[in-house]
């Protein structure tokens, strides 16, 4: 049951990080941000032709997967490489592709993956979360010290702010050091953070475009809007063509 529910696409993001070492660490200290990719990204609030409630219920679904959500707290790649070992050894798996978190070192490339975040229907929102991604990867290796002391607590503050980007994307809030960050003012203090970064990568005009997705809505949003607008008249299954229109319309332009 769980396979056949797996109808999902997400939006998957290399960057390639040649020391196998650097991947690992920088999945770990990466990770008090993986639920911003997620709030930026959600697009996936109907299953099975209703609305769940979350802006992004496509993560809901997936996680019911084994080795899925929030990575664990292996330090480098000899943790790593020991976890996949012994589920490779006792026949659970065939190889670490078969490692499905959120964030995870690939197999085939020298790359750290994100696998977070929904497929945005507009293609610049898409690009502007490649920028963010790209960004924090190099700020994170040029900062070494930076999240370097997270713990058990500060995985579990992560597994918290990753239900509350799906449940409400970019008009929640997180739980942050003095209390809550609404997910506006995260993304304006990590933009700060990374300006020299993207300058660097050339990316700073794509990665400023977070604060738009912000002000603007995910595509859950407007898709919520669509449905609640014309369900006002129209009903229900009117409501749901006309959001599947704004889909269709919306990624051809």
């Known amino acids: 049951m769980i396979g056949q529910r797996n109808m999902l696409c997400g939006l998957h993001v290399h960057i390639e990080l040649p020391d196998p070492d650097d991947r690992v660490d920088v999945m770990m200290r990466m990770l008090p941000y993986l639920p911003l990719f997620v709030a930026l990204s959600t697009s996936s609030p109907f299953w ?122 970019v008009r929640g809030t997180f739980i942050g050091h003095g209390g809550a960050i609404s997910v506006a003012s995260l993304v304006d203090q990590v933009i700060e953070d990374l300006t020299k970064d993207a300058d660097a990568l050339g990316c700073l005009a794509e990665l400023q475009r977070c604060r738009t997705i912000v002000s603007s809505g995910t595509s859950a949003d407007t898709q919520m809007a669509v449905y609640e607008r014309i369900g006002k008249t129209g009903g229900r299954a009117r409501a749901l063509a006309a959001v599947t229109d704004w889909l269709a319309e919306t990624t051809l332009r």
């Open 48 to 169: 099975n032709s209703r609305p769940t409630g979350l802006k992004d219920y496509r993560l809901a679904a997936y996680d019911e997967l084994p080795r899925t959500g929030v990575p664990e707290l292996f330090r480098n790649k000899d943790d790593f490489e020991a976890y996949v070992g012994a589920l490779v050894k006792a026949g659970v798996m065939k190889d670490a592709s078969y490692v499905w978190w959120s964030i995870r070192p690939s197999l085939k490339h020298p790359t750290l993956e994100l696998r977070a975040p929904d497929v945005p229907t507009l293609l610049d929102d898409t690009i502007a979360i490649a920028a963010l991604w790209r960004s924090l990867a190099r700020h994170l290796v040029y900062n070494p010290e930076l999240n370097r002391n997270i713990d058990a607590i500060g995985r579990a503050i992560v597994v918290e702010n990753k239900w509350r980007a799906q449940r409400y994307g």
